[in-house]
């Protein structure tokens, strides 16, 4: 089974709307993440939580909220879609291990169109 | 704004040859890490080069850190058609990994069988 996933894996939504992205993992990580990918620009960071009571702003926070159910579940919400919102979402977990080191570990994605 | 910037944008090569990818970025790192993604999937961590090392192995990769010209380069070996995908590099700027990482942009490689 996945460590990471996320659901759905695919949307197609319209102007307006609202849409909730869901995260789970089962590593035991603290540290939850969302990134949105466009082509060209890389991942961008939305939202980070480094446990169940912290919830951080990243770099395009605008748009978008965030809730931490539970270490394990971590979710993505758009109060009210727009289509520049239509990009790939993915979910990311990490740790520090005993030399601080902090790789992060990737769900499968969401495929989000807003038409 | 992105803090690592990744050169070539696109490659493609023979198989079994080797492809180098590198990276820029701006300010200072605790360490800096590639990741690999195949198309439309999640990234895959491949390998993490702390600001005290100068180069680090793993099986066919070999990752150079340059602290001075504030960049690292990635090489992969022997390429295998499965190596096709987008790798990117990625910096933490903290101390005690408090600090999030911050993605480039990726480069596209293509392994030509």
């Known amino acids: 089974d996945a460590d990471v996933t996320q659901t759905p894996r695919n949307r197609i939504t319209k102007t307006g709307k609202r849409i909730m992205l869901e995260c789970s993992q089962t590593?035991?990580?603290?540290?939850m993440y969302w990134y949105r990918q466009d082509p060209g620009l890389g991942l961008r960071l939305i939202y980070y939580s480094f446990d169940v009571k912290d919830i951080n702003k990243g770099e395009i926070s605008d748009g978008y909220s965030v809730s931490r159910q539970a270490q394990a579940k971590f979710s993505l919400s758009l109060e009210s879609a727009i289509p520049n919102q239509t990009a790939l979402y993915f979910c990311?977990?990490?740790?520090?291990?005993?030399?601080?080191?902090?790789?992060?570990?990737f769900g499968p994605g969401t495929r989000l169109t807003v038409l | 704004s992105q803090q690592g910037e990744e050169d070539p944008q696109a490659l493609s090569i023979q198989e079994g040859e080797n492809a180098t990818m590198n990276c820029s970025y701006k300010?200072?790192?605790?360490?800096l890490q590639w990741y690999r993604q195949n198309s439309g999937r999640g990234l895959v961590h491949l390998i993490l080069i702390r600001s005290n090392e100068r180069e680090k192995h793993s099986g066919r990769l070999r990752v150079t850190l340059d602290t001075s010209k504030k960049s690292s380069s990635l090489l992969i070996t022997a390429s295998r058609a499965a190596d096709t995908a987008s790798y990117f590099c990625a910096t933490d700027r903290s101390n005690f990994g408090n600090e999030k990482l911050t993605f480039g942009t990726g480069t596209r490689l293509t392994i030509i069988p």
């Open positions: 990311a977990t990490s740790d520090l291990d005993r030399e601080g080191d902090n790789e992060q570990f």
């Open positions: 590593k035991g990580h603290d540290r």
């Open positions: 300010t200072s790192i605790n360490n």
